[in-house]
């Protein structure tokens, strides 16, 4: 059913990877890591949300560690962030930016790859998809000390579920075309973008009365 | 050998995932997240434990993330929290108890799974349980960036280490009856529950004189 | 063509589980966490790399759980931390230490497992090494809430990457022998110890104009 062509998964996949290296670049540097942190923060980011999915869906050894342009984009990514780091006040508008475009990529690499492996199900290919997108930046911010982008305030995890969603409906309906792909791809990050410009938040759970007076 | 009715494992993995959902839950809400944090939270905690327990034991996809009983399950946890949590001074003293039944459902659903899966020494089966039943309070607690419980003063995996030699060691004896299941259940909650209210803790390393004067 | 005797990947296993667990059992003592803190912390720095890369190249289920050598040496490792740690105010010099033995230990059991495995290329075969050597000690700092020691300042990575490098690349060339290995854990422990002595650091970032006034 699926005869999506293997290079879009690689472009997205690479994609992915690069933006979000320099996402977990970008946080070292303003941790003030050395250039090893860097390179080692720009892997975690870049790479670790597909070895996770690769590791739920069964395709050992991840991609992550075994494909050389994977390897290469993530290490690149750390060396650009290094060397060519804009100025720490900038960084974390930045890093929003780049999150987005790596949550885009990622939500539909891993909701694509999931959808083609034999035995997994719609709903897990979903949610192989979310975790693909957000578990890079959740293993950055867990390895940088600060709590997961996915848990603060701001709409982040929605955008890769309905990437997910509109890939994986789309390849129950018929084959996937890659403006498909990079359909959903671009509804990810116009939803997360306008939630970050907005501003827009879920809603936060009710004050309870028993601690209205702390 | 293993004549145990499926039911119980998927009741065990019902009220394990519920039950460490609603703990998640409750983190989130103490730490104000918004209603997504609160979900992603729940979902870590509630399905995290049975995850790692099938990366571990290969069991590929996880059922945390095909079964769509256990993700409503954690989902239903997560919604529960948010809309009907108690007053934020009484969440932790619940958290401590859906702790104590998430870790006695949890070591019993991780060992017995693991136990009637061929390769799987018992040894083996011993520790998949105890991870899967330390494992989402783990994920929660360092997602919501805290010390796990498991590391902190008191006795936590002692319980789930005990409850999973029961179902082990029963499991060589004759076949598992899903009395045993339950009593083994008891035995880590009354076990936790006791250690909780009684302020059981396991020894402290004895303060060397070099730091005696700091 | 690997004619490596399988003592020497137990023994190099048995000495990075020994000597992770008491760097875990350490930190774990420096957080005055009680015994079985001190117990789950070592058996986490202990197994944790070998388990994570046992799940990458899908040895399942991993060595770390299954085998009780490996279990005993963990547990060990932490009664011995427990009872007979030095002073609080020697612990971090003695975990730099210990840290490096492991991180010898385990680079080159990981990318000797790894190379030994069908269908691992050699390039992942490298990093399979360098994420055993650090991974027990990126989950001990997780764990015990600190950044880990591989985003610090000092070369830490790199020696590790150079050990796997020289196992890989000795294994592409002809059999491997004990001492090779040996070799190869020598190297990776004098270029770990040379760096923490000289206290010598990868370069850091640029510190750019736009924060030089705050």
């Known amino acids: 059913m699926l005869s999506t062509n293997p290079s879009a998964q690689l472009a997205l996949d690479l994609v992915g990877v690069f933006v979000f290296a320099l996402s977990g670049g970008l946080v070292a540097v303003k941790k003030r890591f050395d250039l090893f942190g860097v390179l080692v923060l720009a892997c975690a980011a870049g ?8 590791l739920l869906i069964g395709d050992i050894p991840p ?10 984009a993530a290490t690149v990514g750390g ?20 999150d987005a ?28 998809g979310v975790l693909t997108a957000i578990g890079g930046g959740v293993i950055r911010d867990l390895l940088a000390g600060q709590v997961p982008e996915v848990l603060r305030r701001e709409l982040y995890a929605i955008p890769a579920l309905l990437g997910s969603l509109f890939v994986v409906v789309s390849a129950q309906i018929g084959p996937l075309h890659d403006w498909t792909l990079w359909g959903a791809a671009g509804v ?23 601690n209205s007076l702390t």
Request: glycine residues 8%; charged residues 15%.
């Open 188 to 210: 990810v990050f116009a939803v997360r973008l306008i939630a970050v410009r907005l501003d827009l938040n879920a809603p936060t759970p009710l004050r309870s009365s028993s």
């Open 101 to 128: 475009v790596g949550l885009a990529a990622f939500a539909v690499a891993g909701s694509l790859k999931a959808v083609a492996t034999p035995g997994v199900a719609p709903v897990t290919a979903v949610i192989v």
């Open 79 to 98: 060396l650009v962030t290094f060397f060519f780091h804009p100025g720490v006040a900038r960084i974390s508008r930045f890093v929003r930016v780049l």
């Open 63 to 72: 991609v992550g560690i075994s494909d050389w342009r994977l390897l290469s």
């Open 47 to 54: 790479l670790g949300g597909g070895i996770l999915r690769d």
